[in-house]
């Protein structure tokens, strides 16, 4: 188990209204599989995430990743446990327009401080996994957008996070592409990682080893799913 949630839920206030925007969830992500959560636009399912990205904080309940108790933890150490722990793959690739693909691989392990030689051979093996070596040295605008999204997963790797979340992160491919980038994640949570992905599209069920549906901030877990 890398991440769980004990009654976790969320709110904002506006005013005097209060909006729910998680209900009292508990759910647990393991390593070795890959975790779809499905909705519609404004279930929840994007808050859900956030929260086990540790972008934000659980409003109530507990939550834990990679052993740490994420309530307790400040913005530094938060921080921290998504540089070090978490690998994000978003929607809209996020990749930086000035920087090769190579270089946007590369740019997490800048971050961490790892030394040149070190980053570069990782950075390569990473681009090797998405199949992308071809395409180092080119642009993000030089890609297509399914060229551009492996080299969003490829970062995400790059740092051998142990869990990697994914808010729709086929939304913008075309089947074809989609497919790809499916089967890669889908790989790399049968290779031992915790993979969970966001998605509004069912045909992505066919992927997952586990699936909970998201709906008006309600977590449901689907029973008798056989990936």
């Known amino acids: 188990m890398i991440a769980e949630l004990k009654s976790v839920g969320k709110e904002y206030k506006t005013g005097d209204q209060t909006i729910v925007a998680l209900q009292p969830t508990s759910l647990t992500l393991n390593e070795g599989e890959l975790l779809l959560i499905i909705g519609p636009s404004g279930s929840g399912k994007t808050t859900l995430l956030s929260l086990l990205g540790c972008v934000i904080y659980p409003s109530y309940g507990d ?40 270089e946007n691989v590369m740019m997490p392990l800048q971050l961490q401080g790892v030394n040149a030689r070190e980053a570069r051979q990782r950075t390569e093996e990473a681009l090797a996994i998405v199949g992308m070596t071809d395409r180092r040295k080119n642009l993000p605008k030089a890609l297509s957008g399914g060229q551009q ?30 497919g790809v980038v499916m089967n890669e994640l889908r790989q790399l949570a049968d290779q031992g990682k915790s993979v969970a992905v966001v998605t509004h599209d069912p045909r992505l069920k066919s992927y997952a080893h586990r699936i909970v549906e998201v709906e008006n901030g309600e977590v449901t877990e689907v029973s008798g799913f056989d990936a």
């Open 149 to 178: 999204q492996r080299i969003a997963v490829a970062r995400a790797l790059v740092t051998n996070p142990k869990l990697v979340l994914c808010d729709e992160p086929t939304a913008s491919l075309d089947k074809n592409s989609m």
């Open 63 to 102: 939550l834990w990743v990679d052993g740490k108790h994420v309530n307790k933890l400040n913005a530094s150490e938060l921080a921290q446990l998504r540089l070090n722990t978490i690998g994000f793959v978003f929607q809209n690739f996020n990749l930086l327009a000035p920087l090769t693909a190579e």
